[in-house]
């Protein structure tokens, strides 16, 4: 099971780019990395996956380097409503091996202020 | 399309007793995951169900236990229920992970109180 490593905290103002970086050293071949958003007191939400390279929707954008070994959310322009718990995650699940990896590390706090 | 629904969303219990919670995933989805998030800490894994059977196990004691239905909704029960298994408990849904690009879908939670 790949372990992840996120800073526990962020702060940016309104209007810059943020950048969240997990470190997943021991990424398997098979493994995606998928990024969820939380709000206090709701369910995460996802926002992003990707397996390489970067990966672009609406909301974020994924880079992941050639070594795949750590990966990195950016939001663009962020608001005071992405202030959240930021969760990277890694693998899927080996069914065949009945093992589960949808399993969240402590998550990175982001603090948007005005 | 409805999302993953869990009910009731608020549950108050006394200690020593026992408390049920359900959660119904997003049609088609069979995985259903079960966590616990203490206030102001991070999701923690409790159970993994697909296609009726128990997958996997967080490490958390006997006393949690769940099942999946024939439907794939699922039931989560907290036995002899303690002062610390005050939480929000999430139930997640999925297809089965496996392949590319599958995401979990999470439900709003219920916010278990033990007095």
């Known amino acids: 099971l790949a372990k992840t490593t996120q800073p526990i905290s962020m702060d940016s103002y309104e209007g810059q780019e943020v950048n969240i970086t997990c470190s997943h050293n021991?990424?398997?071949?098979?493994?995606?990395i998928t990024w969820y958003q939380q709000f206090p007191s709701q369910g995460p939400r996802f926002i992003i996956q990707?397996?390489?390279t970067k990966v672009t929707n609406e909301v974020a954008s994924l880079f992941i380097p050639a070594d795949r070994k750590s990966s990195t959310l950016s939001l663009p322009r962020v608001s005071l409503s992405d202030t959240a718990v930021y969760y990277c995650?890694?693998?899927?699940?080996?069914?065949?091996?009945?093992?589960?990896?949808?399993?969240f590390g402590t998550g990175t706090l982001l603090a948007v202020q005005p | 399309e409805a999302g993953v629904t869990q009910s009731p969303t608020h549950l108050i219990k006394t200690r020593g007793q026992q408390a049920t919670l359900r959660c119904s995933p997003i049609?088609?989805?069979?995985?259903v995951y079960w966590y616990q998030q203490a206030l102001g800490l991070g999701l923690q894994f409790l159970l993994w169900?697909?296609?009726?059977?128990?997958?996997n196990r967080g490490n958390f004691p006997p006393r949690f236990s769940g099942r999946q239905f024939p439907n794939y909704s699922s039931e989560l029960n907290v036995n002899a229920l303690e002062l610390e298994d005050s939480a929000l408990y999430l139930c997640?849904?999925?297809?089965?992970?496996?392949?590319?690009?599958?995401?979990?879908?999470f439900g709003q939670g219920t916010r278990l109180t033990v007095v």
């Open positions: 169900y697909d296609e009726g059977e128990e997958r």
């Open positions: 997640a849904s999925s297809l089965i992970l496996g392949t590319a690009n599958t995401e979990a879908f």
């Open positions: 021991n990424i398997a071949t098979n493994d995606y």
């Open positions: 995650l890694v693998g899927v699940s080996n069914y065949g091996g009945a093992t589960n990896k949808l399993i």
């Open positions: 990707g397996y390489k």
């Open positions: 049609s088609g989805h069979t995985s």
